[in-house]
């Protein structure tokens, strides 16, 4: 469903989640409002500031879609010429990157962006940075506690689930019997488990469609493709498939050429520019993608810029940034790839 939307996509969607849009000046010296609230709010803007220097820290970027993290996060701050940002190598070995972002606390940043290769292993870093006073913003991956960080902001991989599973509902909901098969993520990850739920909880609409089998890959070109051979050995004929993942999904999409299937539909996740691609060619199988936006880490500089002003958000009436957001995950297919093809990632 491309028309979903809601108040908290429009705000913190992945259309326009920069300082124009996220952070934009709530008011302006022709206001009719005179309420103290609507004059007096310090909200963010693009005008230069106070001075912010913010810690980045996340992971190794070895998939796509972490690489498109770390290239937000430069971007972004390259467009403040009041930030100064302190980015670190990243790592998926927690001790290293707990020694990183050590690193970051004991330089005396203003501000860190934390997205923890493991929230849980990480919690006690967070925790560490928010009692020397260093405000922290929780991208992604979420610590144990809210004590470990100022704001979280990230996506909604049950959302995906669900967004997913109502765009398959709806192309199929004249087919009686349908049925649909997933392609899922690592099976250890919470994420993976919320997908897998979103998908499951949005199919009990539709009493037609039934999930006939499930497979887990690695978030891998090659396990992708593993996994998919394995399912199109197993299932001669079905009408959908979830792939959680379009890295994972080139390798899938391979299995699929391979195999010479083409009585299907299916649907990726994350955003990816060769899903984007392959869905405005339309000449393939691929007729979909639930987003996972990487644009949410230039988001998250635009909060943590903001934290380390002392400023709000434009739109908002509170005086503070939120402590929590959560990003929409449209669904992009043919009918509007044009206007998210800029926010796929390669």
């Not at 001790?95 to 501000?111: F, P, R, S, Y």
């Not at 691929?286 to 709000?312: C, E, H």
Request: net charge negative; proline share 3%.
């Amino acid at each position: 469903m491309p028309e979903l939307t809601s108040r908290r996509g429009l705000l913190f969607g992945t259309a326009a989640v920069g300082a124009g849009a996220l952070l934009a000046g709530c008011t302006s010296n022709d206001s009719k409002d005179e309420s103290p609230a609507a004059n007096d709010q310090p909200a963010a803007d693009d005008k230069p500031g106070k001075e912010v220097t913010i810690g980045f820290a996340g992971p190794q970027a070895d998939h796509g879609w972490l690489n498109a993290i770390n290239d937000n996060a430069k971007n972004r701050a390259k467009k403040y010429s009041d930030v100064t940002l302190e980015i670190t190598e990243g790592s998926n070995d927690t001790a290293q990157q707990i020694g990183q972002i050590e690193t970051l606390i004991n330089k005396k940043v203003d501000v860190l962006v934390i997205l923890p290769a493991d929230g849980k292993a990480l919690t006690q870093v967070g925790l560490k940075a928010m009692r020397a006073g260093i405000p922290v913003v929780n991208l992604d991956r979420i610590f144990n506690t809210p004590q470990a960080y100022r704001c979280w902001i990230g996506g909604d991989n049950y959302g995906m689930g669900l967004n997913a599973g109502h765009y398959i509902g709806e192309k199929l909901k004249g087919k009686s019997n349908a049925k649909v098969i997933e392609l899922a993520g690592l099976d250890n990850l919470e994420l993976t488990k919320q997908r897998t739920k979103g998908f499951d909880d949005a199919l009990k609409n539709y009493p037609n469609i039934r999930k006939v089998a499930r497979q887990a890959a690695e978030f891998t070109v090659e396990s992708g493709q593993a996994k998919m051979a394995q399912l199109l050995q197993a299932q001669s004929s079905f009408d959908a498939l979830w792939n959680h993942d379009d890295d994972q999904g080139v390798g899938a999409l391979r299995a699929i050429d391979q195999a010479g299937r083409d009585d299907f539909l299916m649907v990726g996740g994350a955003g990816a520019k060769s899903a984007m691609d392959a869905i405005k060619a339309d000449n393939s199988v691929l007729k979909a993608t639930v987003l996972y936006p990487p644009t949410m880490a230039a988001s998250a500089i635009d909060l943590a810029r903001a934290l380390g002003q002392g400023k709000g958000i434009g739109g908002l009436s509170e005086f503070e940034i939120p402590a929590s957001l959560t990003l929409y995950s449209a669904v992009v297919d043919k009918t509007n790839v044009d206007q998210y093809m800029s926010t796929g990632f390669k």
